[in-house]
């Protein structure tokens, strides 16, 4: 019986993170945009005990930004197609109309039935525990999100300052707010004002048309990523954890090495992830064995392999490397991709790891392990 407590909730649980974390790639129609680590609990009678999911690197930009002819998430087009009781609940409708979805000429996958999926992914909550009333909440969240993407900014009355663009803007914030359950007023401040903490206190500043508009992909991006780690959270609580485990098996599951024509920061992160794992492979399967051999006096020819660590180095080392660097700039309000760009090409001139585009301005290669990949920065 505790076999099947944990074992139908932990399948179920496969079409939920596949609906709030895959989506049609060029590549693959149901590519998971998140790595996931999934560790099956055993009692000391081999029997399972419990079980835990984690997940990694969840791909915030395509919330906000999706190439022709990819796909957003798969849970906003299921629920535009959601039943018409459901889409009038969320103020939804044609997925064309939305800025987030509309991005791409691509919004059907073949043999995909996505109003049969949202379906199937309402009776899949139900299995773990996610509660109606939760359901609910968890969709108005998602509508929430297209509604922001809808709004539009122009230029205040004051310098540097925005205000909604017209009528229509105004309508999808109001949405937003309806369906986020929160203050419209203060929702429009946090996305046409920045607040900066002082000593002396906080100083508001407005934003120009274009601060606003990305203040308002960032608040996107960032209620998606706190709404994807709760139905996470939501999940292993269903499930159930054994303290008490005897064994256990762990299966980790992420993207691989990533080489595409526009590479972005969820490249940088992806590759740097596959150079840890790399760099634990070669820690384990040839550095640690080899000293073993050594040591056991064990006749053996010595396999050469490629040490990635100055590459491990050249992105996240402290001081110095690519991300410390990159936060360093984002701590000064005037930074801009090009006075990044020249940082780096400044810093890492000579790194053979490193290396400039003829003609670039801000794009720069860093030679994996896998293989050179061009970045923007």
């Known amino acids: 019986m505790t076999e099947q ?115 199937e992914t309402r ?65 429009e401040d946090s996305l046409c004002k920045r607040v900066i903490v002082t000593p002396d206190g906080n100083i508001t500043k407005p934003l120009d048309p274009d601060s606003a508009a990305l203040s308002r992909d960032a608040l996107a991006k960032t209620v998606y990523s706190r709404l994807f780690d709760w139905i996470v959270e939501k999940i292993n609580s269903s499930i159930g954890q054994d303290p008490n485990a005897s064994s256990l098996i762990g299966v980790l599951d992420i993207y691989g090495f990533e080489s595409f024509k526009i590479n972005s920061f969820e490249q940088l992160c992806i590759n740097l992830t596959n150079e840890k794992l790399q760099q634990h492979f070669n820690q384990h399967v040839f550095k640690m064995e080899q000293e073993e051999y050594t040591r056991e006096e064990i006749n053996w020819s010595y396999v050469e392999f490629v040490d990635n660590q100055d590459v491990l180095d050249l992105i996240e080392k402290k001081p110095g490397g690519i991300i410390a660097l990159l936060d360093e700039a984002c701590m000064f309000p005037k930074s801009t991709h090009e006075t990044f760009a020249q940082k780096m090409y400044q810093t890492y001139k000579g790194h053979k790891r490193f290396s400039k585009p003829k003609l670039a301005q801000t794009d720069f290669t860093i030679n994996h392990y896998a293989g050179d990949v061009s970045k923007r920065s």
């Not at 990694?56 to 990819?70: F, I, N, T």
């Not at 087009?77 to 691509?106: H, I, W």
């Not at 925005?162 to 309508?171: N, P, T, V």
């Open 5 to 119: 407590r944990v074992v139908i909730p932990f399948l179920q649980s496969n079409p939920v993170l596949e609906a709030f974390g895959n989506a049609k790639t060029v590549k693959n129609n149901n590519s998971s945009r998140f790595g996931k680590f999934v560790e099956i609990q055993f009692d000391k009678y081999g029997k399972i005990s419990g079980a835990a999911v984690r997940t990694y690197l969840l791909e915030r930009s395509r919330v906000c930004q999706v190439s022709d002819p990819e796909r957003n998430y798969h849970c906003f087009y299921m629920l535009c197609a959601a039943p018409p009781e459901d889409v009038k609940k969320f103020k939804l409708g044609d997925p064309r109309t939305f800025r987030y979805l509309n991005q791409s000429n691509c919004y059907e996958v073949a043999n995909v039935d996505d109003a049969r999926e949202y379906l």
């Open 123 to 187: 009776n899949a909550m139900d299995i773990v525990g996610i509660n109606q009333e939760e359901q609910d909440a968890i969709f108005r969240v998602v509508a929430a999100i297209l509604h922001l993407g809808n709004i539009d900014f122009t230029k205040g009355k004051e310098v540097d300052s925005s205000k909604l663009k017209d009528q229509k803007s105004h309508y999808h914030l109001q949405t937003a707010a309806e369906l986020l359950m929160c203050d419209e007023k203060a929702l």
